[in-house]
């Protein structure tokens, strides 16, 4: 993924987070992640693919992009 794709995703799950009226203290603790690591991922910084998805997870979202398009859907809500 691109710098750009990252902070696309970034927003996408800070927007989400701050939807669901969540810190991101309680965000690290349900993804079992470090408050910081949710901050740098919402900054836009590059992040490995488990971290990605336990983020996702805690958040009731699933992952739809494979690919580096900018354009593409990066998470969706889940059914």
């Not at 993924?1 to 987070?17: F, H, K, P």
Request: proline fraction near 5%; glycine fraction near 6%; hydrophobic fraction near 40%.
């Amino acid at each position: 993924m691109t710098t750009d794709v990252y902070q696309v995703l970034g927003r996408r799950l800070r927007a989400e987070r701050l939807r669901q009226d969540r810190s991101q203290r309680a965000l690290a603790q349900a993804a079992g992640v470090s408050e910081p690591t949710v901050g740098r991922i919402e900054s836009g910084t590059p992040i490995a693919a488990h971290t990605l998805a336990q983020i996702a997870e805690a958040l009731g979202l699933r992952l739809t992009l494979v690919d580096a398009e900018v354009d593409e859907p990066l998470c969706s809500v889940r059914p």
